[in-house]
T-cell receptor
Framework: NAGVTQTPKFRILKIGQSMTLQCTQD?????MYWYRQDPGMGLKLIYY???????DKGEVPNGYNVSRSTTEDFPLRLELAAPSQTSVYFC???FGQGNGPQHFGDGTRLSIL | QKEVEQDPGPLSVPEGAIVSLNCTYS??????FMWYRQYSRKGPELLMY????GNKEDGRFTAQVDKSSKYISLFIRDSQPSDSATYLC???????????FGKGTKLTVNP
């Protein structure tokens, strides 16, 4: 049972570089989410999607973009990496409102130098 | 006042102790309450999921929700070193896609 799979696990970027964090789930969940977790700051929602082709901003969307072309995949793109984007990024999925909790991947640790 | 408050600890207990972890909240519209366990360098793992007020038990874990006091608790009985982790509370309004998380409490159970 794979659940939510995130790649890569670790990455170091230089300022100004771009990259895509990959997330895929095999639970046929409609809803998918991207969070960032900074030390002592809890989890903050970046973007979420309620289904293929539908995305919406969360609490901290600036500097990120997402797309949702399939039910399974929800990639997160950083276009111009900045040191403030150094964080641990978690992808999660769920069936949706009132239909069960969110399930998380193991995260991508990203450093911008 | 923050929407969800959680004491970050750290909390250190001897093996076999009863552990009590707590969160308070200000939004009376929260209806779904969760506890996640997060080991170092891992993603949050769902422990307990409850709707509205009341208690829920699963093995050594008991979750309590008191909506009148806006207070939720997680009790761990007979704590084990393998319970050493950060525990996150999370809450959700009915009809909302979004979870609101506490900042997490770091627990260490000493053998």
């Amino acid at each position: 049972n794979a659940g939510v799979t995130q790649t890569p696990k670790f990455r170091i970027l230089k300022i100004g570089q771009s990259m895509t964090l990959q997330c895929t789930q095999d639970m046929n969940h409609n809803y998918m989410y991207w969070y960032r977790q900074d030390p002592g700051m809890g989890l903050k929602l970046i973007y979420y999607s309620v289904g293929a082709g539908i995305t919406d901003k969360g609490e901290v969307p600036n500097g990120y973009n997402v797309s949702r072309s399939t039910t399974e995949d929800f990639p997160l793109r950083l276009e111009l990496a900045a040191p403030s984007q150094t964080s641990v990024y978690f992808c999660a999925s769920s069936f949706g409102q009132g239909n069960g909790p969110q399930h998380f991947g193991d995260g991508t640790r990203l450093s911008i130098l | 006042q923050k929407e969800v408050e959680q004491d970050p600890g750290p909390l250190s207990v001897p093996e076999g102790a009863i552990v009590s972890l707590n969160c308070t909240y200000s939004n009376s519209a929260f209806q779904y309450f969760m506890w996640y366990r997060q080991y170092s360098r891992k993603g949050p793992e769902l422990l307990m999921y409850t709707y509205s007020s009341g208690n829920k038990e699963d093995g050594r874990f008991t979750a309590q929700v008191d909506k009148s006091s806006k207070y939720i608790s997680l009790f761990i009985r007979d704590s084990q070193p393998s319970d050493s982790a950060t525990y996150l509370c999370a809450m959700q309004q009915g009809g909302s896609e979004k979870l609101v998380f506490g900042k997490g409490t770091k627990l260490t159970v000493n053998p």
